[in-house]
Nanobody, 119 residues
Framework: QVQLVESGGGSVQPGGSLRLSCVAS????????MGWYRQAPGKERELVAVSSSGGTTNYADSVKGRFTISRDNAKNTAYLQMNSLKPEDTAVYYCNAHYLSLFRAVNYWGKGTLVTVSS
């Protein structure tokens, strides 16, 4: 029902910035909670940031003050602005779309985009 495509990953030095984008298609974008997750080498996938359909945002403690999630519903796109990047931010970043109703919960995932932070 929903397809997600991430872009914007790459290699950056510590202290640098990157902006990730997630373009959604196939359904009503504004109805979904949008989130960014990441999975570092040898680690489990973790939530980085989420933007609910109602406008609430939440962040993992490790990225508070450095990362900002936003969305442009007219463009069916979610963003993750990453500033002051650290080596421990190195991971594959995944876009997630979540919808919860009285009848079912649905999750969709992108294929991921790699972010490498090193000197």
């Amino acid at each position: 029902q929903v397809q997600l495509v991430e872009s914007g990953g790459g290699s950056v030095q510590p202290g640098g910035s990157l902006r990730l984008s997630c373009v959604a298609s196939g359904s009503t974008f504004s109805s979904y909670d949008m989130g960014w997750y990441r999975q570092a080498p040898g680690k489990e996938r973790e939530l980085v940031a989420v933007s609910s359909s109602g406008g609430t945002t939440n962040y993992a403690d490790s990225v508070k003050g450095r990362f900002t999630i936003s969305r442009d519903n007219a463009k069916n796109t979610a963003y993750l602005q990453m500033n002051s990047l650290k080596p421990e931010d190195t991971a594959v970043y995944y876009c997630n779309a979540h919808y919860l109703s009285l009848f079912r919960a649905v999750n969709y995932w992108g294929k991921g985009t790699l972010v490498t932070v090193s000197s």
